[in-house]
Nanobody
Framework: QVQLVESGGGLVQAGGSLRLSCAAS????????MGWYRRAPGKQRELVAT???????TYADSVKGRSTISRDNAKNTVYLQMNSLKPEDTAVYYC??????????WGQGTQVTVSS
């Protein structure tokens, strides 16, 4: 059974930085997308950033220029470096991967809280 273990969340002041990590284990297939979503209180889950096996990246407009997604394919790990954090970045951040057929797997989520 696939496991996604997230780390790096926490409490940070506005303007600060955090680096989220997500390590996937028990992988028996080729991972296509690796990425991050978030759900803020009272809002729907939204894409933050994702990267393909080929290295293409996609970012939400709200984090573009402030965040960088990267992956280590040898370690089946994806990272999200977030800078210049804002209170509106406060959310539970979920790691997501999928296989070549688009079947998704989700992490348990890590809380990011940005204080003003």
């Amino acid at each position: 059974q696939v496991q996604l273990v997230e780390s790096g969340g926490g409490l940070v002041q506005a303007g600060g930085s955090l680096r989220l990590s997500c390590a996937a284990s028990r992988i028996t297939f080729s991972i296509n997308h690796m990425g991050w979503y978030r759900r803020a209180p009272g809002k729907q889950r939204e894409l933050v950033a994702t990267t393909t096996s080929g290295g293409s990246t996609t970012y939400a407009d709200s984090v573009k220029g402030r965040s960088t997604i990267s992956r280590d394919n040898a370690k089946n790990t994806v990272y999200l470096q977030m800078n210049s954090l804002k209170p509106e970045d406060t959310a539970v951040y979920y790691c997501n991967i999928d296989n070549m057929y688009g079947y998704p797997y989700w992490g348990q989520g890590t809380q990011v809280t940005v204080s003003s």
